[in-house]
């Protein structure tokens, strides 16, 4: 347990412990305020008739001439009708701090526990609770907030996807393409081998996306340097698409509409730089650069140097070191390097559909089993809304057990080649991660909701009890 949770821990333990005590106090105490006022009023029957016989005594000794003093008859008959006065134990109600110092009920909770004889480095609720009213407030919270334990076949299943997800990667997905790195001949991925078949791809492109080029011209094509005036360095027909903002294609949404509604180009140069060049170009209106931004983009995912992965175009930006060699030297060369040597390699978006596989199993694995056992164990919708935290976490743990797995894999088995990097599994730890953050913070949201309710709650009843506790005291001494 963290430091935070002791601390609530003890609090609690110290109001059970305290709310224990004053129950067996009250159960002891058989307190009948009825009976009390019974017997004051006999008590004051009793003096009044005791007081009765001494004044008819002393008017019979007066009148037998015998002088008595009334102050000593009245300490006479005090004296001969006494009530004994029982001995009570006292019990000294504890102080409840209500001002929400949290830190000073800490403190009192602690040094309370502590004269028990209670081990504050483990949780105290399990050794001041018994084991019927654990289990009881288990199966409540559970109820309330779901159950988002892990057992052994949790386990099991997350590592198996991850471990499953790994050897596909390596078997499955490998590299675009067979090619030799340093020295070493590797054979590329089958799948992307049989998505890339030249027949295949050119029956494709010719059916279904040929006719697009003639209507799908774009300001942010050009093929080579000279054709933007010289501002772009390094461009070349192998990478021009990858260089061109426009032609990613989750990005192109952003810049290719814009360079289409401007007339523009947007590029990224060989050093890194983002340049935008003019190419005098009519401007369009948002609908129809949508619409002409689709179809340029169909139009090349079929040609054989393709479009590049989503967002891949961004690894260009800037002279930021990689930890790849690209040649015999061994010296590590920029990420922008990395990025043309990969495109160039068939590192293209149907090699990104291939890669997808890998982290397609891993989320089809977990989901799976998750809604099984759901489902298996009676499981309703509202009950998996408050587990869903659960299913976040084992998403993320199997993403990163497949993400280190394509590590090694590029690592260990491929030489340091990045063409054997998945881009598409580590892509995937972004979403698995914000999701688990997400469904993190509304679970805590929640659980410190239902605590302030129920720290409110137990004030009040420590309050209760106190002045309940302070009543009774004042009743027994007014008895008395």
């Known amino acids: 347990m963290s430091g935070d949770q002791l601390s609530a821990a003890a609090v609690v333990a110290y109001q059970a412990v305290t709310l224990t005590e004053l129950r067996g106090l009250f159960d002891q ?12 009023l006999r008590v004051s029957d009793t003096l009044d008739s005791v007081e009765s016989e001494f004044d008819a005594v002393r008017a019979r000794l007066q009148a037998m001439g015998v002088l008595v003093l009334a102050q000593e008859s009245q300490s006479s008959a005090v004296a001969t009708v006494s009530v004994e006065t029982p001995s009570y134990p006292r019990y000294a109600v504890p102080i409840v701090p209500t001002d929400s110092d949290f830190d000073q009920l800490v403190r009192l909770a602690e040094a309370r526990l502590d004269l028990l004889g209670i081990d504050l480095t483990r949780d105290p609720l399990q050794q001041v609770l018994p084991s019927g009213q654990i289990a009881r407030s288990l199966r409540s919270y559970t109820e309330e907030h779901g159950d988002i334990s892990w057992d052994k076949t949790d386990w099991t299943v997350v590592l198996v996807a991850g471990a499953l997800a790994t050897l596909l990667d390596v078997i499955l997905v490998r590299i675009p393409q067979d090619s030799t790195f340093l020295g070493k001949t590797r054979m590329g991925s089958p799948l992307t081998k049989w998505l890339k078949d030249k027949d295949r791809a050119r029956d494709v492109h010719a059916r279904f996306f040929k006719g697009f080029e003639k209507l799908a011209k774009v300001p942010y094509d050009a093929p080579t340097t000279m054709a933007t005036g010289g501002l772009v360095s390094g461009m070349r027909p192998a990478t021009h698409r990858l260089q061109s903002l426009g032609h990613d294609p989750a990005l192109g949404f952003l810049y290719g509409v814009a360079d289409l509604m401007h007339g523009t180009g947007t590029y990224i140069d060989k050093a890194g730089q983002l340049i935008q060049v003019p190419t005098g170009a009519t401007p369009i209106d948002l609908i129809t650069a949508l619409i002409t931004q689709v179809r340029h983009l169909l139009s090349d995912v079929y040609t054989p140097a393709g479009l590049q992965p989503p967002f891949f175009s961004l690894l260009q930006l800037g002279q930021i070191t990689s930890p790849f060699a690209l040649g015999p030297s061994g010296v590590k060369v920029p990420w922008t390097d990395v990025a043309r040597y990969m495109y160039t390699n068939g590192y293209d978006l149907r090699h990104f559909f291939t890669m997808g596989i890998t982290p397609g199993v891993v ?118």
């Not at 799976?368 to 935290?389: D, F, I, N, P």
């Not at 340091?416 to 993190?440: G, H, R, S």
């Open 29 to 40: 105490v058989e307190f009948d305020l009825k009976d009390v006022l019974e017997r004051e």
């Open 363 to 480: 989320s089809a694995i977990i989901r799976g089993y998750w809604l099984l056992k759901s489902y298996a164990t009676g499981g309703t919708a509202a009950q998996r809304k408050l587990e869903h935290a659960k299913l976040t976490s084992m998403l993320l743990l199997g993403h990163t057990i497949a993400t280190s797995g394509t590590l090694l894999k590029t690592g260990l088995l491929f030489g340091m080649n990045p063409a054997a990097l998945n881009y598409n599994q580590i892509l995937a730890m972004a979403p698995a991660t914000i999701a688990w953050f997400k469904e993190a913070i509304a679970r805590d949201h929640r659980i410190n909701q239902a605590l302030e309710k129920e720290w409110e709650l137990l004030l009040t009843e420590s309050e209760g009890q106190s002045s309940s506790a302070s009543q009774a005291t004042s009743l027994g001494r007014l008895s008395i």
